[in-house]
């Protein structure tokens, strides 16, 4: 019989390591209620200064929940994810830190915004700028067959700091298991976030997730795969967007430039200051490679979805 568990917000590590004692065991079918912390591990908070973005502590980052050792998976199994429900718990910050982001070179400052979630739906960001909250984890997967210490940042074949958006309530992750037991971990949970992330944090939050695991048994996939429920986007659909492209010969450069006009146009067009725009593309602007095979030139796209702009 599935049963139903709980695992604290205390209960955390912050590195991949397959040698870790499992917080949790538990079986296919089984659902379990994580809290996690946001991305800084309470380094930030609410109101805080943007000065603590420039003195974080690194080694205390990405504090995971997990892990969770699934009875019965094995390597070259699936881990199934069924993303149930996530809760944001009132509040989120959105950040530039010095040395990281698409555009460092150009905002090499810290720089902070606070987000007031209590209301569960939406949340303002500055006057006639309302954004719908649409909640999932930055990080989630299980631990990597290497043996030893692993930085979280980087995304794997096993899952880890993917941060796509669209791992929300509704949609099943499938994960390649690469050692017993799986060893699931989850964290760096976002209220919000555009594809591309690009300043570097999307809307930093503590969340509250239920999740119901199952196992596909010699599934033999190599990296995750995911499954949603409906529509992408459906909470910025209706009103259209406004985007910018970026074109030449180096896929990253393209997305800088496609970013760089973004800005240029929500400075002039909407009154935001460059920082403030930034973190508006970073939270709900979505990058998008529109074209890759007329070489030797692609175009990359940034879209800015016009209903967050009240009338």
Known sequence: MAREHTLDEAKFHCQWDNSLRPALEINPGDTVHFRTREVSNNQVT???SAEILSKLDFNKIYPLAGPVYVNGAQPGDALV???LDLQTQGWAWTGVLPGLGLLKEEFSQPYIHHWDL???RTTEFRPGIVIPLDPFPGVIGVAPKEPGQHAVMPPGAFGG????RHLHAGTTLYLPVQV???LFSVGDCHAGQGDGEVCVTG???PMALTLRFGLLKGAG???PRFLTSGPLNPKFE???YYATTGIGPNLYEDAQKAVRYMIDWLTREKGLSPEDAYLLCSAVGDLKISEIVDQPNWIVSFYMPLSVFVR
């Open 221 to 223: 996939i190599t990296e």
């Open 81 to 83: 994810v069924e993303l």
């Open 238 to 240: 209706g009103m259209g």
């Open 180 to 182: 017993e037991g799986a």
């Open 161 to 164: 700091n993917m941060d796509i």
């Open 118 to 120: 209590t209301n569960k």
């Open 46 to 48: 609410p109101g805080c």
């Open 203 to 205: 809307m930093e939050a």
